[in-house]
């Protein structure tokens, strides 16, 4: 591939991020195009007198994920970020003032059962382990490692091996495998919040999601200072390989000739000229018409497609009193029916879960007096863009619900500082608010996401809305799917020379 070949990758979140980088290693001039003004997507903080607050994801799994993007370029993920291996994954509270640990050691964790619940549940959860360890196993390579999986493929695979259909309990959804999994109702409702990693309810995403508990039990890392460090590392890394990034730049249009992309046009009125053109945003804003009217039939299934959950985000900078917090924990409510009825219903819950990230536990250092914290509820996603809801009776809520276990910060929260749904529609214009794109309830949802390729040949997508899915590992995996297929691409075409320009593709 000849030096000039120019790429442009429009968002700069993660999975922009990586395709940069692994677009650069393959040799491309790269220019990379973030809206916002600093790079990171969705791994984003707010400011407190605590410093920099994350607003976003908060611990990596699936780390190999993230060695092989550094390696792309040369580097050690160790030089660049500290990640801390955490022995407790998460901190679990219930409203009877229960509360439970899941260890990164799985026998640690059936112990911490056993005296939870009794020996029999310590028995039901080492057989939910054994079979969401073969689940994740059996789908890893032809469904997450696939860049483009197929229906009849998967189908071909589970009859290879017909003992995973009733692992995989294909009529069921989440909740009813949880019901036939567990006697004790709090652990079918600590185990059902997993689908909520993804933006779904328990009661209508399908069984086979109860794999993601594998990617947390298989290890969580906490990157030191947060999680927007690996975003800066990751951005001041490209630079030094080259990479054009320019933020506060919107982009107008693609403009698209003979089914071909052949420049980016920015609000401001650059012109960029390209070969390859990666769309690392959420796949909706093409037919939504954000990007122009040339791409407005890429991605047509996602205009019809129910939109995941979004979340109320609360962070904030105190000093904590009561329970001894993980960096992790988990405050369930009293009725996880309701909560998810309402989700459902498209209603904020009146009495919801919530996570509490304590940002600085679990970092090996003996957390500061101002400690900064981040909380977490779902919520509907909405095409409102206007904040003009009282937030009071929902923080009042929460804090009613912390208090009842003894939980309580100075100074007291407020709401100056909570994400609503709306709020990440305006930020991430056409998803809706959603933060993981496409609902992943029904069985044959994750066939549903688009994938790399577009009916544009040198138009290509990746992203947490994009296959293989949500979350940070994921849509890391999307850029590796999307830089995959455009270097196949651009080997077939080279090796069809003379008619090489077949898809308006240049190789000069």
């Known amino acids: 591939m000849p030096p000039s070949e120019r790429a442009v990758v429009i968002g700069a979140g993660i999975a922009g991020l990586a395709c940069a980088a692994r677009l650069r290693a393959a040799g491309y001039a790269v220019t990379l195009l973030e809206r916002h003004k600093r790079v990171g997507g969705k791994i984003r903080t707010v400011p407190s007198q605590a410093g920099p607050i994350d607003a976003g994801p908060t611990v990596l799994t699936m780390r190999h994920v993230f060695d092989d993007l550094f390696a792309q370029l040369g580097a050690r993920l160790d030089d660049h970020v500290t990640l801390i291996r955490q022995d407790t994954l998460a901190r679990h509270f219930w409203a ?99 689908a909520t990693y993804v933006g779904g309810s328990p009661t209508h995403a399908p069984a086979i999601l109860s794999l993601i508990w594998q990617a947390e039990a298989s290890g969580v890392w906490v990157v030191k200072g947060g999680m927007h460090k690996l975003t800066e590392a990751l951005g001041a890394l490209l630079t030094e390989h080259g990479v054009d990034i320019r933020t506060s730049a919107h982009v107008d249009r693609i403009e ?56 109320r985000v609360l962070s904030f900078a105190a000093t904590p009193h009561g329970p001894e917090l993980a960096h992790h924990n988990v405050f369930f409510a009293a009725d996880p029916v309701d909560e998810f009825n309402d989700l459902m219903a498209g209603r904020v819950p009146a009495h919801p879960s919530f996570y509490v990230c304590a940002l600085d536990r679990g970092q090996g250092d003996t957390p500061p007096e101002i400690e900064r914290f981040e909380i977490i509820t779902n919520a ?3 095409h409102d863009t206007t904040d003009d809801e009282d937030l009071t009776p929902w923080l009042h809520q929460i804090t009613q619900q912390m208090a009842q276990l003894g939980l309580t910060f100075s100074p007291m929260q407020t709401t100056q500082t909570v994400t609503t749904p709306q709020a990440f529609a305006r930020m991430f214009p056409a998803s809706l608010g959603a933060l993981y794109g496409q609902t992943p309830h029904g069985l044959t949802a994750a066939l549903k996401r688009p994938t790399a390729c577009t009916s544009i040949p040198n138009l290509y997508l990746a992203g947490g809305g994009t296959h293989p899915g949500a979350g940070v590992p994921m849509a890391t995996l999307s850029a590796r799917h999307a830089v995959a297929a455009i270097l196949s691409d651009r080997t077939s075409t080279s090796l069809s020379a003379p008619t090489a320009m077949r898809g308006g593709m240049s190789t000069a």
């Open 380 to 382: 509907p996603a909405t």
């Open 96 to 194: 009877d003032g229960r509360t439970l640990d899941l260890f990164a050691d799985q026998v640690r964790s059936t112990e911490a059962i056993r005296d939870f619940a009794g020996p029999k549940a310590a028995d039901q959860f080492t057989r939910f382990c054994a079979r969401t360890a073969r689940l994740f196993d059996a789908f890893d390579a032809p469904m997450m490692q696939a860049g483009e999986p197929r229906i009849g493929a998967l189908t071909a695979h589970v009859l290879k091996h017909p003992s995973l259909i009733p692992a995989m309990a294909p009529l069921s959804t989440l909740q009813r495998l949880l019901r036939s999994s567990f006697d004790d109702p709090r652990l079918r409702q600590l185990f059902g919040r997993y």
């Open 256 to 311: 698209v000739k003979d089914n071909t992309a052949h420049a980016i046009h920015l609000e401001d009125g650059t012109h960029l000229p390209c070969d390859v053109v990666v769309h690392a945003g959420d796949p909706r804003a093409l037919p939504a018409g954000a990007l122009g009217p040339d791409t407005e039939h890429i991605a047509a299934q996602t205009m019809k497609v129910a939109r995941s959950f979004s979340a």
